[in-house]
């Protein structure tokens, strides 16, 4: 629900509260009453910085210590989007809950824990900012994909420095591209140096909270500036190389777009590794999981086996064969996260092995009795 329409259907006295500008609605006011009746004030974090945040509330901006709410689960803690009951006062103040999050977006982390990282929460919009200053990369276009959809919020794929790509025929070709690898997302072309397609990204995000998301050089600082109408983040040069550049945007930075709701900005994400991602990585690749239902077996892996309708709309030009192997890649991938804290999932995943391993020996015996 964006805030427009959150705050028509919002009391009196949540749509004048002074935090409905950062998506403080009747909902969130209802999950505060308890905190509320303990003399504790609602907020929202803007920043999180080694154990302390910064969250905005009615009487301004305050900087809380989070140490009553930093689990051992990483995916717990207090992170930039939240709604926290925050104490009235105090040196220091202290982050006594955060409320229940309506989306969150997450992802592995490079760790050989494979632990998940938190990166947003109460995210209404996730854009994945793509430059066209470089070759596209599709397959990563669909891993940031997975990510949005499974963490609950709206994705919209931005091609940034469209000004570079003069030929209008082309840009045609590499938005229609990207969206054949983004089914049901709004693809958009943007140039934020010339302030072309800012209005339309403006009035797709206006109202809730979207979150910036894209590799360093993507141009997701200048994106952000444009969107809040300011020079707000820092902007550096990228290389002519390969259209990448350094980490421009350290922390994740929770700010208020001009155009109503609320933009939150996050660092070039170098690794985009999946976690728990299965409904994700389904959304994306949708038309395969619906061509998978008129295959012949209902376990058919899109292999060789006969009847599959996968293959078959891969030999007819129906469906990319590129995209086949990207969604079994990312299965596979999100398939291993799992198993690592799933016990019963490794031991179905052992079990699978050793059937496709006995019916792979008796394929071949079959041959070699056919050739004697």
């Known amino acids: 629900m964006n805030l427009a329409s959150s705050l028509s259907s919002s009391s009196s006295s949540s749509s004048a509260h002074p935090l409905a500008p950062y998506g403080w609605d009747a909902g969130w006011e209802s999950e505060f009453t308890s905190y509320a009746e303990q003399g504790c004030v609602p907020g929202r974090v803007v920043r999180v910085d080694r154990g302390q945040c910064d969250v905005v509330t009615a009487g301004g901006v305050l900087r809380a210590d989070t140490a009553f709410v930093t689990p051992h689960d990483p995916l717990r803690v207090v992170c930039t989007g939240d709604w926290v009951a925050v104490e009235p006062d105090g040196n220091p103040r202290y982050v006594r809950a955060y409320l229940p999050r309506r989306t969150a977006f997450v992802r592995s982390t490079s760790s050989k824990r494979s ?5 947003a929460a109460n995210v209404d919009h996730a854009i994945v900012a793509v430059s066209l200053a470089a070759e596209l990369e599709l397959a990563r276009i669909e891993r940031f994909l997975a990510l949005a959809w499974e963490s609950g919020a709206q994705p919209v794929v931005v091609l940034t420095k469209a000004d570079l790509v003069t030929d209008p025929v082309t840009l045609a ?20 140096e010339q302030g072309e397609g800012l209005d339309v990204l403006g009035a797709v995000v206006a109202g809730g909270t979207a979150v910036l998301l894209g590799q360093s050089g993507a141009g997701k600082s200048t994106l952000a500036n444009a969107l809040l109408g300011d020079d707000v983040m820092d902007v550096q040069a990228i290389r002519d190389v390969d259209g990448k550049g350094r980490h421009t945007t350290t922390t994740r930075n929770l700010l208020v777009m001009p155009g109503g709701g609320v933009l939150i900005d996050t660092p070039g994400l170098r690794g985009v590794g999946l976690w728990d991602a299965g409904h994700g990585v389904g959304q ?45 890649k990312l299965l596979r991938e999100n398939q291993r996260i799992v198993a690592k804290t799933d016990a019963r999932l490794r031991a179905e995943i052992r079990k699978e092995w050793k059937r496709r391993g006995a019916m792979g020996k008796a394929m ?3 041959k070699r009795g056919r050739a004697r």
Do not use: K, N, W
Request: hydrophobic fraction near 40%.
């Open 364 to 366: 071949m015996e079959a």
């Open 173 to 192: 070709y590499l938005v229609q591209d990207v969206e054949t690898a983004a089914p049901g997302v709004p693809v958009l072309s943007v140039s934020a």
């Open 115 to 119: 632990e998940g990282q938190i990166l």
């Open 284 to 328: 994306v690749f949708a038309e395969i999981e619906a061509l998978a239902q008129r295959c012949r077996f209902h376990d058919c892996a899109h292999e060789s086996e006969p009847g599959c309708a996968v293959l078959a709309a891969i030999d007819d030009g129906e469906l990319p064969g590129r995209r086949l192997e990207s969604y079994r």
